[in-house]
């Protein structure tokens, strides 16, 4: 008797606990999506070098996080395809579900954190100074930046935007769309100086003869790189974390970047 009543309050439950949803995976994950579909979609800037740019000349894609992304879908067996977004509407893409994850050089912010989920870092790094090379002691600290007759030059939607008006109250600070050529407003002197990404800045200093990092060995800010992934997706994010801590100690990321930072 007893047997039988603690039987049927043990169904009794598991039929309750069916019933509230008490199962962990109620929703198919990315991971088999993107299995069944055959095909990952990444939202990437295609202007953020050297982690993604989107070659005019061939329509393609390239750089760090596209090799990496690449390297991921060869991981789960299926083709990569790239949406284009902007830093502005990366956010408003990737929630909106117009891919699978987003990469290109992505910071990890705290607005983003609450919308999204984020991969183990890639990297540290945080914002810096790039100007002309004579201007390089000029323009050491916030303070000697935020002065009245200087103006620096942003792209509109992301974390350098951000950093600029969060921390320039004096200086002139200038919208430029197009973050490919952004660098050219500087020697040409429409501009003195931009804040941006130490690791980009180190960059574009190679390809801009005239153009120096200000001490991007110490940047002001501290920040890390990362992927964003779907919210409440832990079996998408606990492959993709592993996939990428198997990248970052095996060489794969070593030398994938070394490719593209010369």
Not at 63 to 72: F, Q, S
Not at 80 to 96: A, C, H, Q, R
Not at 197 to 222: N, S, W, Y
Not at 251 to 257: D, H, L, P
Request: glycine letters at 8%.
């Amino acid at each position: 008797m007893i047997h039988r009543r603690l039987k049927a309050l043990g169904t009794g439950l598991l039929l309750a606990a069916f019933a509230l949803g008490t199962p962990a995976r109620a929703q198919e994950s990315h991971l088999e999506q993107v299995q069944k579909i055959g095909a990952l979609k990444v939202c990437t800037t295609g202007d953020y070098r050297p982690f993604t740019y989107l070659d005019p000349a061939t329509g393609k894609f390239e750089g760090i996080d596209i090799d990496l992304a690449n390297d991921l879908g060869t991981a789960l067996g299926v083709k990569v395809e790239f949406v284009k977004t902007s830093w502005s509407n990366l956010m408003k893409d990737f929630t909106g579900g117009a891919c699978d994850i987003a990469m290109g050089g992505i910071s990890i912010t705290l607005p983003r954190q609450k919308a999204a989920y984020f991969s183990i870092p890639i990297m540290v790094d945080g914002k810096t100074p790039i100007t002309k090379c004579e201007n390089v002691s000029k323009f050491q600290t916030l303070a000697d930046i935020d002065k009245p007759g200087v103006t620096a030059v942003v792209n509109p939607g992301g974390t350098n935007e951000s950093f600029a008006r969060a921390s320039l109250k004096n200086a002139k600070i200038v919208v430029f769309p197009d973050n490919t050529t952004i660098f050219e407003e500087i020697l040409a002197g429409r501009a003195d100086l931009m804040m941006t990404d130490a690791i980009e800045t180190r960059l574009q200093e190679k390809r801009h003869p005239g153009l120096c990092a200000v001490h991007p060995d110490k940047p002001f800010t501290f920040s890390e790189k990362a992927f964003l992934l779907p919210q409440g997706d832990e079996v998408f994010k606990a492959f993709v974390d592993q996939w990428l801590h198997l990248r970052l100690n095996d060489g794969t990321y070593a030398r994938i970047s070394a490719t593209w930072i010369r």
